[in-house]
């Protein structure tokens, strides 16, 4: 039986080494503190290992003009970040794990990036258990969405740094898998709240499990019948462990900075002064043109956007990507569509509804923060990535189907041939657009013509494109452009 399942599960086991392999050549070659707030993230740390506990969020924690001095000048090492403290309104789980850390290496950033990198192994080895338990007959689209959780270059990056993104992610991605066997009846509500308890200890973003928690009780109670007493039962169990861990932090907040800032957010609102505001931009830019600027950003920081968002990759990557993420779209799409004529089975229609739940919360929170302040980062919504790369290999394998490959590739040559019409009719022909649209319509006609033998080849091949990416991307402009 081993044998069998090490036959069977071993590309998961391959992808979790290259991604820790190249995780951490991001690790150790990124420049000091080019990783977004890394040095506030280190700081906290460094509090508790030296002893004075937990920070407080205090008047001078962020400085505006000091901190674009330091990423314009790439934190020359005659400029201390020991002011940078912006991050002390941060539960504290993270921190806590990585102070022996900090105190066994004296401090060393490269020993704190690799936790974090390990951190990040568990999620990306959730993302493939999470499909697993959804799909069990199909590991291929395990092994093709943890690929693309591992190997996506911006998430490499923030994964190889210094903050607490790793850990909430990791135990968001344990929790929607004990989510999914409690659905069954395989997990105690006891150790499901444990584990929401423990998010809400680590990142505001872990949030989302407490409106998911009673939804998977729902979800339950309404597969195996249960009466309203047991649904209350059961949200008390799940709830109880988890809102007691979270209120120790919450006491001590207001305690610290008074009622009602149990998160310490408010505090935070008024010490980062200077901080971009929304309000502020659109009134200089206008409505539309802040719209354009934040989709864009948002999209090329999702694929990478370095250092402090100051290194813009090569205009064809972005490209390629658009044709990739918009060839994953148009097969989920076709995919969404035929399990809705279809119906999908109770299982797992529930665990679908539960990850999408968990997708649109976690997307609204940074819409809702960018109401206030200008963060256009898609790092902000990777906690949902395991959804997500679930959703875009299931797109991928659906554009194995012949008549849909074909009408893929046939609609990519038109656009091909109006590209090519537009641009001579310009006098300015796109030749990388042209040869990258006729690349991607080469593609699915060829993964819609090959048989089912070759799909461990081309998803290899998809995850194997991720890589080269990541090393272009570390090798052709990180370490170059912030060196």
Request: hydrophobic share 55%.
């Amino acid at each position: 039986m081993k044998t069998m399942k090490w036959k069977t599960h071993w590309p998961g086991a391959v992808i979790l080494l290259l991604f820790l392999l190249v995780g951490s050549l991001y690790a150790i070659y990124t420049p000091r503190w080019q990783v977004p707030d890394e040095p506030s993230h280190y700081n906290y740390i460094r509090s508790l290992a030296e002893g004075n506990g937990f920070p407080v969020m205090e008047a001078g924690d962020y400085d505006q003009a000091y901190l674009e001095r330091l990423t314009s000048e790439r934190f020359p090492p005659e400029l201390t970040i020991a002011p940078l403290e912006y991050e002390d309104h941060q539960p504290p789980l993270y921190y806590l794990l990585a102070t022996p850390i900090f105190a066994l290496t004296g401090g060393a950033l490269l020993p704190l990036r690799l936790f974090s990198l390990a951190l990040g192994a568990v999620a990306v080895g959730g993302a493939m258990g999470l499909a697993l338990e959804i799909f069990p007959q199909r590991p291929g689209l395990a092994w093709l969405a943890g690929g693309l959780v591992a190997f996506l270059p911006q998430h490499v990056a923030m994964l190889a740094g210094v903050n607490n993104d790793a850990l909430v992610e990791a135990l968001l991605v344990l929790w929607l898998l004990l989510a999914l066997r409690y659905l069954r009846g395989a997990v105690s509500p006891l150790v499901f709240g444990a584990v929401l308890g423990a998010l809400l200890l680590t990142k505001t973003t872990g949030y989302v499990t407490l409106p998911l928690a009673v939804l998977a009780v729902i979800l339950r109670q309404r597969r195996g019948g249960f009466s309203f007493s047991w649904v209350l039962k059961q949200w008390a169990l799940i709830l109880a462990p988890a809102l007691l861990m979270g209120s120790l932090w919450w006491l001590r907040n207001v305690t610290v900075y008074g009622w009602p800032d149990f998160m310490g957010l408010q505090r935070h609102d008024a010490v980062v002064v200077g901080q971009p505001r929304t309000g502020d931009w659109i009134a200089r830019d206008g409505l539309l043109p802040f719209l354009r600027n934040a989709g864009k950003t948002a999209f090329q920081s999702f694929w990478g956007q370095f250092g402090w968002m100051g290194v813009v990759l090569d205009a064809r990557i972005y490209l390629g990507a658009t044709l990739f993420s918009g060839l994953a779209l148009w097969g989920t799409a076709w995919q969404i569509g035929e399990a809705l004529s279809q119906g999908p089975e109770p299982r797992r229609r529930d665990a679908l509804l539960l990850l999408g739940t968990a997708t649109v919360i976690t997307f609204a929170l940074p819409v809702y923060y960018n109401l206030t302040y200008v963060q256009h980062q898609a790092r902000y919504v990777f906690p949902a990535l395991p959804a997500l790369a679930l959703a875009g290999a299931l797109g991928l394998a659906r554009l194995r189907e012949k008549r849909l490959a074909v009408l893929t590739s046939l609609a990519l040559v038109v656009l091909a041939i109006g590209l090519g019409i537009a641009g001579l009719l310009q006098g300015d022909l796109p030749l990388w657009s042209l040869a990258l649209i006729g690349t991607a319509a080469g593609a699915t006609l060829a993964a819609g013509l090959l048989p089912p033998r070759y799909d461990p080849l081309l998803g290899g091949g998809v995850v194997g494109s991720l890589i080269v990416l990541d090393i272009w991307c570390l090798f052709g402009f990180i370490v170059p452009l912030l060196t």
